[in-house]
C-alpha cells in the first residue's frame, strides 16, 4: 500500500495537513472529538493510498462527533478504498465531478443510521448487476430493478425503527420509507452513482412524513429522483410529486431536504430523533415545487372563520399557521357584522392548515386543525 505523500506536523496540538488545507480546521475538529479514539483517525488519514487521501481527508473533516469517537481506522480505509474502486470501474462513476463523489459516493451513511460495513459487501451484490449497462442511466435503473430481490427486504410499519441500517433492514426483511431510502442509497454509491437520500418532515397535503432517493445523472448534469419501489416512467415520475409541488419552503416542517455529508448551515430534520442537528442538509424544496407544477399553478382556497358562542359570533383573535409559519393575524366577526362576512384567509387546496385563539372564557390558548377540500373554492371554519 502506497502512504500518503505529505507530512503531518503537530501545531497547537492538532495535526494539519498541508495538501488539502480546505480540510485542515474540519480534521482538526474531528481529531479532537475523537477522545480516546484519535489513534485511529490519525491511522486511517497516514494509511490511506496516495490516490485516495483527498476523499480520507475530507470524510474525516466532517464526521459526524459521534463517528469520530467510534469508527476505527479499518473501516474508514476499507470504505473509502471500495469507494474509489467503483470511481475506477465504472465509465459513469469516471464522469462524476470530484466534488460530487466526495459529497455522495464515498460516505458511508446518509443519515443517522448505524455504521454498518456495508461497501465491499453491496459492490459485489450489485456490480453484477450492473455489468452490462452502458450508461449510467441503465446501470440506475438496473440497481433500482433489482435491489428487492438482492436484499429481500419489503416496505413494512412493523419494522423495528424508522432509521434502520441497511443490514438492521435485511435481518428483519422490512423497513420503513427511510430504511428502504438508506438501503438503495447505499446500492447506488456502492457501484458509483452519486446519491443521497431526500426527505418532508410532514406533508402539507396529509399527515405524515416521506423520504426517498436523489441520483446524480452524468447526462442531465443534475439531480433525479427515484424510489425503492420505481416509477415505471422512470427518473423524476412519481406518485409523490403531487403532494411535493405543495410544500413550504418557507417552513422548517413543511420543506423538502437533501442530504448532504459537507456542512451546508442547515440541517435534516430527523423526525424520529428531532434533537439530533448533526446531519447536513440542503432544502431543495422549489424544485419539487417546480417538478410537480406547483408554482403558479396552485388552486387557491378560502379559510372563512368565525367564533360562535351559541348562536351568537363573538370577536377573538385568530392566527392562521401552515407548520410553523405564521399566515395571517385578525379577528372573527362581531355579532353585528353581516353573515357574510367572516375573517377569510387564502389558503390552498387540499393543504393542512392550523387555527389557533385564546378561548375568551377561560383566556386558554387553542388550536384546530383544519384540511382545506380539494374540489372547493372556501372552507367555514366554526370555533367554539
Not at 413494512?156 to 435485511?170: A, G, I, L, N
Not at 409523490?240 to 431536504?257: Q, R, V, W
Request: aromatic share 10%; with cysteine.
Amino acid at each position: 500500500m502506497l502512504m500518503m505523500s505529505f507530512s503531518i506536523q503537530l501545531l497547537d496540538g492538532a495535526e494539519q495537513f498541508s495538501k488539502f488545507p480546505e480540510y485542515q480546521k474540519g480534521i482538526a475538529r474531528s481529531l479532537k472529538q475523537a477522545g480516546s479514539n484519535r489513534a485511529e483517525l490519525i491511522k486511517a488519514l497516514r494509511h490511506a493510498p496516495t490516490e485516495q487521501t483527498k476523499g480520507m481527508q475530507f470524510l474525516i473533516a466532517y464526521m459526524p462527533g459521534h463517528d469520530c469517537k467510534l469508527l476505527k481506522a479499518e473501516f474508514l480505509l476499507s470504505n473509502v478504498a471500495w469507494a474509489y474502486k467503483a470511481r475506477n470501474t465504472y465509465s459513469w462513476a469516471k464522469k462524476v465531478p470530484e466534488d460530487i463523489f466526495l459529497n455522495d459516493i464515498l460516505p458511508y451513511a446518509a443519515l443517522n443510521e448505524r455504521r454498518d460495513n456495508w461497501r465491499e459487501d453491496f459492490y459485489k451484490r450489485f456490480s453484477k448487476h450492473v455489468i452490462n449497462a452502458k450508461t449510467q442511466i441503465e446501470a440506475i435503473k438496473a440497481v433500482n430493478n433489482a435491489i428487492m430481490r438482492e436484499v429481500k427486504v419489503k416496505y413494512s410499519t412493523k419494522r423495528k425503527k424508522p432509521d434502520q441500517s441497511p443490514y438492521e433492514s435485511m435481518e428483519q426483511g422490512r423497513a420503513s420509507c427511510t430504511g428502504l431510502s438508506i438501503l438503495l442509497n447505499s446500492a447506488f454509491r456502492a457501484v458509483g452513482i452519486p446519491s443521497r437520500v431526500v426527505g418532508i418532515p410532514m406533508w402539507t397535503t396529509k399527515r405524515g412524513n416521506h423520504n426517498w432517493v436523489e441520483v446524480w445523472t452524468t447526462e442531465q448534469k443534475r439531480w433525479q429522483f427515484t424510489e425503492y419501489y420505481p416509477d415505471k416512467n422512470g427518473l423524476d415520475h412519481g406518485w409523490l410529486l403531487g403532494d411535493a409541488a405543495k410544500a413550504n419552503e418557507h417552513s422548517y416542517y413543511h420543506s423538502i431536504y437533501s442530504s448532504s455529508w459537507k456542512s451546508t448551515g442547515h440541517h435534516f430534520p430527523l423526525v424520529w430523533d428531532m434533537h439530533r442537528k448533526d446531519v447536513p442538509a440542503v432544502n431543495v424544496t422549489r424544485r419539487y415545487v417546480m417538478l410537480g407544477g406547483g408554482i403558479g399553478g396552485e388552486s387557491a382556497c378560502e379559510l372563512r372563520i368565525q367564533y360562535l358562542i351559541g348562536n351568537k359570533r363573538m370577536v377573538v383573535p385568530v392566527s392562521v399557521y401552515q407548520g410553523d409559519v405564521k399566515l395571517m393575524v385578525g379577528e372573527s366577526p362581531m355579532p353585528t357584522d353581516d353573515m357574510n362576512r367572516y375573517f377569510s384567509v387564502r389558503v390552498k387546496m387540499g393543504q393542512i392548515y392550523q387555527i389557533a385563539w385564546k378561548d375568551p372564557k377561560t383566556g386558554k390558548a387553542k388550536r384546530l386543525q383544519v384540511t382545506t377540500p380539494k374540489d372547493k373554492a372556501w372552507l367555514v371554519v366554526t370555533l367554539e
